[in-house]
């Protein structure tokens, strides 16, 4: 996103000048006013003193400043870092410093943290949209103080997204893709071609009411924008308001994930038998499985519009890809190799295995996408069977006709309404308390999100389990993103192997018998 940015807003510009470019909550643009205001908050940037080579972090719900400060970032040649507002103080702190952040272009929603944050981070360059922030240059200040002219250089930006991993500390996904101050016009093309997976529209009109600071949302959404989509922007998704804007802006393309989806299926009778929904092309869900009664009743609603990508961030996205006609042949496969993906399943051993075989899934990005963990070697290298050969953790297999099977993921993993949550972190913060002997977090069931946090303790001996429980509670609520504190408490005596393991599966289990789920 952000890629030659200028040069495509100026193809929009001149054929569809007066036709809508964006809208949300607070107002709607066309092609010609976004590209003014895109040029003005470019030199507005730069007149602060951002510039190429430096990394500018985004804290903030979805905007249309959100979108231009991307943007700008692409065409400054900057390294941008979206940043997830669940983040914690400390959180989004480590990931300024991690990422060497420069500047933080913040929410007034989110003040208090992007305060805090850029003080223990030093960051010097701080600016404000959506309100004001007390030591903070208002965006529109920004934006008033640009020219609105096209801009005379033009420099190719990156992205990097941070992810939680098992240490319990974000880390940065750096993609061999992410170089600064290159061709903007290669970078477009190898984009361009990218997102001929994604069913990337070059018109339309695109919904986007899920965080933009998800790889996912972004690529979905915000790619399609910078190659002539229209775009809708709402800060928050709401299933009854997600009908109405589909057919009051006849959206072509929707990302979703299956919590979406379970809560549209509970809307009114009434409610759906009035959406028609005749403009939707693409609606690409990802993140999360999907549970198969879910899937079909969307389909059977909504046509064979439903398409599922498997994929990370790690790898460019996208790894396999199934229509609605094929997923509907082979129930609960998220599908076949894309193009330029080579998938591989793999044995403990590190050999390769057939047809049917599970084990490790494995793949290679045929144009040569790799990826690293940002000042971590040890992470990286455990992501990878060799160079340019790399997991997202999962296992499986792949069946006689070449489609992919989940049967398992990353044994700690838990992924709640599409967001990834890794245990370490939160039984870290718990293990701070005093009466707490032995803590282990997992994912059980969950109709509507797929699956919360269970978090099983062990007490020292004479604890007293309700006082253990709600001060836990306020612990992890103080501690830790609002997402990652445990929905309930286990009190019991926990198994650890002789080497110290504790069998999370086997706690796991009692919890997934009978539910029809493996994963």
């Known amino acids: 996103m952000g890629v030659q940015m200028v040069a495509t807003l100026v193809e929009r510009v001149a054929e569809r000048g007066d036709e809508m470019a964006i809208t949300d909550e607070f107002g709607s643009w066309t092609w010609r006013e976004f590209n003014e205001r895109q040029n003005r908050v470019i030199d507005g940037l730069r007149g602060l003193g951002i510039g190429l080579g430096d990394t500018m972090a985004i804290l903030g719900n979805n905007r249309h400043e959100w979108i231009e ?77 640009g020219s609105p002219d096209e801009p005379a250089e ?24 992410q170089t600064v101050g290159g061709d903007p016009t290669a970078a477009l093309d190898q984009l361009g071609m990218l997102m001929q997976l994604y069913m990337a529209p070059t018109d339309g009109v695109v919904l986007c009411n899920a965080p933009l600071y ?71 869900h990802t993140a999360a499985p999907c549970p198969p009664s879910v899937k079909r009743a969307m389909i059977n609603w909504w046509g064979p519009v439903v398409f599922e990508l498997y994929g990370a961030s790690e790898g460019g996205g996208v ?39 599970t084990g490790q899934i494995y793949v290679r990005s045929l144009l040569g996408i790799d990826f690293e963990y940002l ?26 006709d070449g489609f992919l099977f989940l049967s398992d993921r990353k044994i700690d993993m838990i992924i709640s309404g599409g967001v990834n949550i890794y245990p370490a972190e939160i039984e870290s913060v718990i293990m701070t308390h005093p009466a707490v002997a ?27 389990p309700a006082v253990a429980e709600t001060e836990l509670k306020r612990l992890c609520r103080d501690k830790l993103a609002g ?35 493996s994963i």
Request: proline share 5%; aromatic share 10%.
């Open 69 to 145: 400060a991307l943007g700008a970032g692409g065409v400054i040649g900057t390294i941008t870092v979206p940043i997830n507002w669940h983040f914690s103080v400390d959180e989004v702190a480590y990931v300024l410093e991690n990422s060497g952040a420069t500047a933080i272009i913040a929410d007034a929603e989110f003040a208090d943290t992007a305060i805090a944050a850029a003080d223990l981070a030093n960051v010097s360059i701080r600016v404000a949209y959506g309100g004001s922030i007390e030591g903070f240059t208002d965006f529109d200040d920004v934006v008033a103080s």
């Open 483 to 517: 997402y990652m504190v445990p929905r309930s408490f286990d009190f019991v005596t926990l198994p650890r192997t002789a080497t110290g393991k504790l069998p999370k599966r086997e706690l796991r289990a009692t919890y997934w018998e009978g539910t029809g789920r």
């Open 438 to 464: 032995d803590v282990g977090v997992f994912g059980v069931p969950n109709d509507e999100f797929g699956e919360e946090v269970k978090a099983a303790v062990e007490l020292i001996d004479g604890a007293d």
């Open 214 to 284: 998800h790889a996912g949302p972004l690529a979905l959404c915000g790619v399609p924008f910078l190659l002539g989509a229209s775009l809708i922007l709402r800060r928050k998704w709401d299933a009854e308001e997600t009908l109405r804007l589909i057919d009051e802006y006849e959206v072509t393309n929707l990302y979703a994930v299956p919590t979406h989806f379970s809560r549209l299926l509970k809307l009114p009778d009434d409610v759906k038998d009035s959406f028609s929904g005749d403009s939707l092309r693409y609606v690409i």
């Open 375 to 400: 000042g971590d070697d040890e992470k990286t290298a455990g992501a990878h069977l060799e160079p340019g050969v790399f997991s997202y953790g999962d296992v499986g297999y792949v069946d006689d």
């Open 319 to 357: 790894g396999t890809m199934v229509t609605s006609e094929q997923w509907l042949d082979k129930p609960g496969t998220v599908g076949l190799p894309t193009p330029i993906t080579e998938l591989m399943i793999v044995d403990e051993q590190g050999e390769r295995l057939g047809a049917n075989e």
């Open 154 to 177: 033009e420099l190719s930006g990156a992205t990097m997204f941070y992810t939680s991993g098992t240490t319990g500390r974000p880390k940065g996904v750096k993609s061999n893709l």
